[in-house]
């Protein structure tokens, strides 16, 4: 045999263990932990989320996950830091509502497409929005609100954690549906927003439902209606927007896990399997309900085209209503 015909068969065999090679890398991954990025501080409810989900992951896939935090640039810092990791399947990323539907479209600089460099796994839960008024205010229903606002010789003062967050929004997408006008007054937090509505301040607020729950039950916040097609367990006896007029009015936070752009189809096919399955078990469920959010569980295609919906809602209200965030 010549030298040329044995450099050929073995290019040939090499070239074969090559192809061979991501199969089986998928097969033994994730063969050491897991490092789940959440771009914000611990103890906000993004945080909470993300380590439910470390919990749940690490029990699907037989590896440890664990968190870290990377706040700052409103989530900016740690959404960078994960689509800058290798994307070999050991680093992922806690994406939101705020960080990959919201800020690309809202803030020229913010560093990253999301679409472009991040992939979806899966949308793991989602919340809701809720609006609720101080209780001297004298409406009870979101119709009864609508007549109200616009009675005022002003736009009414209106809460919200934070311009440019998802509870902002909510308060523009209500302008838009009900044909109202608010004077938005954004917090430091959805903390200090709901605590200004709670004192008399400020009349209205939008929060998630879970951040709500207390000051609803305990009376010192009317509930008007949840920005859903359908009423939430957590708030059962709360009416949605839809079935008071304003139809089709959805809106309220998501919550992801993300790749960096390049990681393998198998082990994005691995985690989103897993991970949806795992999501299915009841017990897992109730942790999320217990933390203020509804369990949802996506495979990794029916995530990406969820996102991809989110974002261009959000999209389309940012532009139309021509908001910026410096």
């Known amino acids: 045999m010549s030298s040329r015909s044995v450099f050929a068969g073995t290019a040939l ?10 199969a089986a890398g998928a097969d033994s991954y994730p063969s050491r932990p897991v490092r789940l990025i959440v771009p914000y501080a611990p103890g906000g409810p993004v945080d909470v989320i993300g380590r439910l989900v470390a919990k749940t992951l690490g029990e699907a896939v037989g590896q440890n996950v664990y968190v870290d935090n990377r706040p700052g640039g409103s989530g900016t810092v740690g959404t960078l830091a994960a689509i800058h990791s290798p994307p ?22 913010v560093g990253y497409d999301p679409q472009r460099d991040l992939v979806p796994i899966s949308v793991v839960a989602t919340g809701v929005h809720i609006f609720a ?31 440019g967050t998802p509870d902002d929004l909510a308060l523009y997408l209500l302008e838009k549906e009900a044909d109202i006008s608010l004077a938005h007054v954004p917090y430091k937090g959805t903390g200090p927003a709901i605590a200004d509505v709670v004192a008399g301040h400020v009349p209205v607020v ?36 839809h079935e008071q007029g304003l139809k089709g009015f959805e809106s309220g936070g998501w919550f992801g896990v993300f790749a960096p752009a390049g990681t393998p189809a198998a082990v994005v096919e691995t985690l989103s399997t897993k991970l949806a399955a795992k999501m299915a078990q009841p017990e897992v469920q109730e942790r999320l309900r217990a933390a203020g959010v509804l369990p949802v569980g996506t495979d990794a295609s029916t995530a990406r085209e969820r996102v991809r919906k ?9 532009r139309n209503a021509n908001l910026r965030i410096e």
Not at 218 to 236: C, E, F
Not at 310 to 318: Q, S
């Open 13 to 22: 065999a090499l070239a074969g263990c090559l192809a061979a090679l991501p």
């Open 88 to 109: 070999d399947g050991y680093t992922l990323l806690v994406g939101s509502t705020a960080t990959i539907s919201i800020l690309p479209s809202m803030k020229a600089d």
């Open 206 to 241: 939008a929060a998630d439902v879970s951040a709500l729950l207390p000051f609803l039950e305990a009376g010192r916040l009317k509930p008007l209606g949840i920005a859903a097609l359908q009423r939430n367990p957590l708030v059962p006896t709360v009416p949605t927007a």
């Open 310 to 318: 989110e974002t261009e809602k959000w999209r389309t209200l940012i």
């Open 133 to 163: 008024v101080h209780p001297k205010v004298p409406v009870d229903d979101m119709p009864g609100f609508i007549r109200y606002a616009k009675a005022q010789s002003v736009p009414l003062a209106a809460a919200a954690g934070g311009a």
